[in-house]
């Protein structure tokens, strides 16, 4: 499959993606890319906000940042069984046909747009990052 398809043209995407055997080995890959990116830009963020504490509460307060990052990584996975699981109902309640497999596929190249998103946002959370800890220095 042509994933910048997916992006420019979507309709033809899924279109083409509906005619093909179902495979979650992409999608599960999109979401993983996307759950990493969205763990790596909570550890940046954290890494900002625990900076405006005082230094006896940043010790303690440096394990959150650790959280963040398996927390946002594990909830990029669950948010994809959630929305795929809630997409799946909605097509149940109106009679649709498919299977759960098919719609987790589905659901999964739908992430493709998030990990362009955190790609842009990444970088300017760590430009962000390296603005405040200079601000912080003076």
């Known amino acids: 499959m042509n994933l910048i398809e997916a992006l ?11 005619q093909k055997e179902i495979s979650l080995k992409e999608p599960f890959l999109i979401v993983l890319i996307f759950s990493i990116l969205i763990a790596i ?4 963020s954290t890494s900002i906000i625990y900076k405006i ?4 509460y940043q010790q303690v307060l440096a394990f ?12 990029g996975i669950v948010a994809w069984l959630i929305i795929a ?18 719609t987790l596929s589905f659901t999964g ?30």
Not at 8 to 18: E, G, I, M, R
Not at 66 to 74: Q, V
Not at 85 to 102: D, R, V, W, Y
């Open 8 to 18: 420019t043209n979507p309709d033809t995407f899924f279109k083409k993606l509906s």
């Open 41 to 44: 830009s909570a550890y940046i």
């Open 53 to 56: 504490f005082p230094p006896q």
């Open 64 to 75: 959150t940042k650790i959280i963040a990052l398996i927390s946002t990584f594990i909830g």
């Open 85 to 102: 699981g809630f997409m799946h109902l909605i097509s149940m309640i109106f009679k649709g046909e498919g299977s759960f497999k098919k």
């Open 109 to 138: 190249y739908g992430f493709l747009p998030n990990i362009v998103g955190a790609l842009i946002t990444i970088p300017i959370a760590y430009y962000m990052r390296e603005i405040s800890q200079q601000e912080m220095r003076l």
